[in-house]
């Protein structure tokens, strides 16, 4: 049993929770508002005790900053609500200099290669910190684009600091970055597939072994219900992905890397696979990832990438 905080489902509010170990791992929280709630944390109650044993104290570290609001595509899977305005460079560098102890600066949004000052906050920031770019790939692209990201502080030896996520929505110009790193001799800092059922595991791992020499981390994410990412259809565990990669092939820990009830490293017939399944607000421990990768919620407040994502969709 594990006392820790967590949020009420209606309200957002921060209530105290208990979380059970039994046939699952449960937790129980009361709102003095709206009652009473049970939800599931953890599929299987194995892979929560061993987290617990690690006593890993980090995700990954990193500060995000939204640069726009704004999309050139409409995923499924997005948990960001898009439209709305650039934000100013002056604020995103200011923002990203004093936040820098958290770690590398991570510029997200929206699509951040739609603000036209992109490059150059790039090449502003690259003295001050380590920092990367979160894309869908579109603008990236294009060659040209693509190198002048590179040469203003992007590429750190053979690696391009960006992240690049997998949407059928992109057409394909995802693979097409992928397929420009490897004409370059480049390799992508990390890479995100997102799933909905763990059967999609088969189609992760496939790209992820076709493009293994160009690709530096492969995360695979559960697909979840936080802020405008509304697509989920049934909540996947980390403990349901490890089982499906066991299922079909060897699959063990990576103990010397960080890994918590929502994320962990595996290896996977040779591949290394980061999987990933954030908390939402049924079944959030608070105290579990009060750690990076660090984001700043709508209300002002700094919290975990999951937290910010659930404050961000609460109540208005």
């Given at each position: 049993m594990k006392q820790t905080t967590s949020l009420c489902p209606e309200c957002y509010g921060r209530i105290s929770a208990t979380i059970r170990v039994g046939a699952t791992v449960v937790m129980d929280k009361t709102c003095p508002e709206h009652g009473a709630f049970t939800s599931m944390v953890e599929h299987d109650p194995r892979w929560w005790l061993l987290c617990?044993?690690?006593?890993?104290?980090?995700?990954?570290?990193g500060y995000m900053i939204d640069v726009t609001s704004q999309c050139n595509l409409k995923c499924k899977y997005c948990y960001h609500a898009n439209g709305g305005e650039h934000r100013a460079a002056a604020e995103v560098i200011a923002d990203a200099i004093e936040h820098r102890h958290l770690g590398p600066t991570i510029l997200t949004g929206g699509e951040p290669t739609l603000h036209p000052d992109l490059p150059a906050m790039v090449r502003e920031l690259a003295p001050w910190n380590e920092t990367w770019v979160l894309t869908n790939g579109v603008k990236m692209a294009d060659e040209g684009y693509f190198e002048e990201l590179c040469s203003a502080g992007l590429l750190h030896g053979d690696i391009v600091l960006a992240g690049l996520s997998f949407h059928k929505e992109s057409a394909g110009k995802d693979l097409e970055v992928l397929e420009l790193c490897r004409r370059k001799g480049y390799r992508i800092?990390?890479?995100f597939f997102v799933i909905d059922s763990v059967d999609e595991l088969a189609e992760a791992v496939a790209l992820a072994r076709e493009y293994q020499d160009v690709i530096h981390r492969f995360r695979i994410k559960a697909a979840s219900n936080l802020w405008a990412e509304t697509g989920a259809h049934h909540k996947i565990f980390i403990s349901d992905m490890i089982l499906?990669?066991?299922?079909?092939?060897?699959?063990?820990?990576?103990?010397?890397?960080?890994?918590?009830?929502s994320y962990a490293n595996v290896i996977?017939?040779?591949?290394?696979?980061?999987?990933?399944?954030?908390y939402d607000v049924e079944n959030v421990d608070l105290k579990d990832i009060d750690c990076g990768p660090w984001y700043t919620a709508t209300d002002g407040t700094l919290n975990n990438l999951a937290t910010t994502c659930i404050i961000n969709g609460g109540p208005k």
């Open positions: 617990q044993e690690l006593g890993c104290k980090n995700v990954y570290d800092g990390t890479t499906w990669l066991n299922q079909h092939g060897q699959t063990s820990l990576v103990e010397s890397e960080n890994n918590k009830v996977h017939e040779g591949l290394h696979l980061i999987l990933v399944s954030w």
